[in-house]
Every structure is written in structure tokens, then in C-alpha cells.
């Protein structure tokens, strides 16, 4: 058999092309990806476009028209989102609306909230108690109306169609502070979101430093951006950074990459403060709690509509009856030491937690 040079160069190409496909393969399953894993990143990594193209007004018809009846004065929307099972009557919606009305002197900041619906029926619940609706066409055949639990297929396509939204949000020049809808609110969080920070987000743990980017667990249900080209960046390397960890959600990515987007020696250097549990507490992490400081409460470490439901509607009874004591006689609680505290969750929070300590003579449960 007769082999031209040209034949022979061909042979090479497609064996050296092979040689390393199949090292690549080794590599990746060494790391423990799947092929299932393998085909979702490709997907995914398809469905990001090239940086600038991304999250362009075409996706989201309306938004620009809408954000500047629901921005402040500086061009801050708060924003959160809902599906059918979270916006129906009595469910985490109404909850949420309610305690901006529980809070202290917040119930005007439900002006500048926009909520996101990902489907239609949630649209619909919405409009009924709220003026500021927008819905996301979420781009997935998956089913997202229905009560998703932690880490489903569902959640997690819904947590990423957020982050798609929020980075248009901060193109269209407008800050955000994102709320889970599992979040109630008990006073004004922008007090205690640093003037220089691009990024301050809640704490699964934190360890008292604002500034520990090594040690504190960043929890984004809660989380605010100013709107720049570095936040811009930020959201973009943010989600393409989900092909990367297929197994991961938003949050556990941004884990993952905090170091790289906020590194001295990067190109971003994006300035991120961690938000003190004391004030942006959590189920995750009860363990500084004083009510007299409290922002607002999330329902995470949490399983089950129904369980964050009830922890939540029991948060914000304590919530009520701590504000009928008089200041009079919180100064003197204070001046004696005691705090009042929240009751462990019922239903919700991890094991150690549900078996409750007994209140020390220093604290006061609010029943």
C-alpha cells in the first residue's frame, strides 16, 4: 500500500487529535466527572453566549422600562423571585410582604421590591398582591411552578435564571439586593452594607471578620451588587463558571471562585463584604441571635415548603411580641446583660439545633 506524505500528515493529525481527547477523558474522570457530568457542562456551556452578548435586552422584554418605577433614588431595586408554589395565597410571598409591614418604619422599601415570577401562574398571584411584577421567560422545559426542593434539577435551573436576570439588572445601570422570598425582613439592611464594597452577601457561617474571604461561607439568597463593569464581569465569569462544577449550584460556584474574583493580584479585584449573622441571620447559624439587632431571618437549612412556612410564621410572632416591650424595658434588660433571642426552629435548622439548649440565665426566649 502506497502512502502519500499528504495521507501520512492526515493519519498523524487525527491520531495526535485522539491521543488527546482520550487524556483529556482520563483527566476529567479522574476528577471525578461522570459523562452524564460531561454532557451537562457541554449544554451549558453552550447556552452562555460570548462575553458582551450575554443577557441582552431581547431576553428580557419590559425590564428596561420597568426598573425605573420600582428603583430609589440611587438606582437600587431590590429584587426577589417566585414560582406558582412559593406566590400562592398564604405561601412565602404573602409572608414576605408582611413582615416589611412588621418591620420597623421598612414598609416603605416594598415599593422599590420587583418580583420575579418564573412562570405564569406565580405572574398571576403576584399581580393580585403586588404592583411590581416582572415575569422571566425562563429558557428550560423543565417544570419550575412547583415547591423545588434544595439542589433539585428544578432549583437549581431556577437559581441560575436569577443570576442571568441580575447581571442584565446591573447592565442597564442599576445596584440590586437580591432576597430570597424565604427571607423575612425586620429593619433596614442598607445601614450595614459598606460604601466601598461591590458585593456584600449573607453568611451561611461567619467567623466575625467582614473581610475573611477564607473563612466565611458566603449565603446568596441574600446579597447586594453596585452596578459597575467590574459587578458586570463578576456576574458574567460568575455564570460561566457553572460548566466548570457540574454538580455545583450558584452558590457553591461562587465558593468556589471568590478567590479568583477578588484576588489583590486579579484583573477584577472585586471588593466583597461578608454580612455579620448577628444582623442577616439564618437557620444555618443561630448562635449570635440578639433581636435588638436583627435585619432579617432566612429560612435556610430548611427542607419542605411547609417547614419553612411554619419556622417562618413562628419567627415573625416573636418578632411581633419582642416590638410590644417597651424601650424601657429592653434598656434594662441591656443594662442587666440579658438579649432577647430566638426560639431554636421547630422544624427546620440542622440536628444540634433542633435539640435545643436550655436558655441561660444571661438570655430571654421570646415565646
Known amino acids: 500500500m502506497e502512502f502519500h506524505n499528504g495521507s501520512i500528515g492526515r493519519i498523524f493529525k487525527l491520531w495526535l487529535a485522539a491521543t488527546l481527547a482520550f487524556l483529556l477523558l482520563l483527566v476529567l474522570v479522574s476528577q471525578g466527572w461522570s459523562p452524564v457530568d460531561m454532557m451537562a457542562a457541554s449544554r ?191 456576574l458574567r465569569r460568575w455564570r460561566a463558571a457553572r460548566w466548570r462544577f457540574p454538580r455545583g449550584h450558584e452558590q457553591t460556584i461562587f465558593n468556589h471562585i471568590k478567590h479568583e474574583l477578588t484576588a489583590a493580584d486579579g484583573d477584577l479585584r472585586v471588593r466583597l463584604q461578608f454580612l455579620d449573622t448577628a444582623r442577616f441571620g439564618g437557620f444555618c447559624q443561630l448562635f449570635r441571635n440578639d433581636m435588638a439587632k436583627a435585619c432579617t431571618m432566612h429560612a435556610n437549612c430548611c427542607v419542605s415548603l411547609w417547614n419553612k412556612l411554619s419556622d417562618l410564621r413562628d419567627v415573625l410572632g416573636q418578632w411581633r411580641n419582642y416590638t410590644v416591650i417597651t424601650p424601657a424595658e429592653r434598656k434594662k434588660a441591656q443594662e442587666a446583660g440579658r438579649i432577647f433571642e430566638w426560639r431554636v426552629p421547630a422544624k427546620c435548622g440542622t440536628p444540634d439545633k433542633r435539640a435545643a439548649r436550655a436558655p441561660d440565665s444571661d438570655r430571654r426566649a421570646i415565646s
Open 44 to 234: 451549558r456551556q453552550r447556552s452562555i453566549t460570548p462575553a458582551g452578548r450575554n443577557s441582552d435586552e431581547s431576553n428580557f422584554t419590559g425590564l428596561a422600562e420597568l426598573l425605573p418605577k420600582v428603583a430609589t433614588d440611587d438606582r437600587t431595586v431590590i429584587i426577589t423571585s417566585v414560582n406558582e408554589a412559593f406566590a400562592r395565597p398564604g405561601s412565602l410571598l404573602d409572608l414576605f410582604r408582611e413582615s416589611f409591614y412588621a418591620g420597623e418604619k421598612i414598609n416603605h422599601l416594598l415599593d422599590h421590591v420587583l418580583v420575579v415570577a418564573v412562570d405564569a401562574a406565580a405572574y398571576h398571584h403576584c399581580r393580585r398582591v403586588h404592583p411590581f411584577c416582572y415575569l422571566l421567560q425562563a429558557n428550560t422545559s423543565m417544570n419550575l411552578s412547583s415547591a423545588s426542593n434544595y439542589m433539585s434539577d428544578a432549583y437549581v435551573e431556577l437559581v441560575w435564571a436569577k443570576l442571568e436576570l441580575q447581571q442584565r439588572v446591573l447592565q442597564l445601570g442599576y445596584n440590586f439586593l437580591y432576597t430570597d422570598v424565604d427571607i423575612v425582613w425586620f429593619r433596614d439592611p442598607f445601614r450595614h452594607i459598606g460604601v466601598h464594597a461591590d458585593m456584600a452577601t449573607s453568611s451561611d457561617l461567619y467567623f466575625g471578620d467582614p473581610d475573611d474571604i477564607d473563612r466565611n461561607w458566603p449565603n446568596t439568597g441574600f446579597y447586594y451588587v453596585k452596578a459597575t463593569n467590574r459587578t458586570v464581569e463578576m
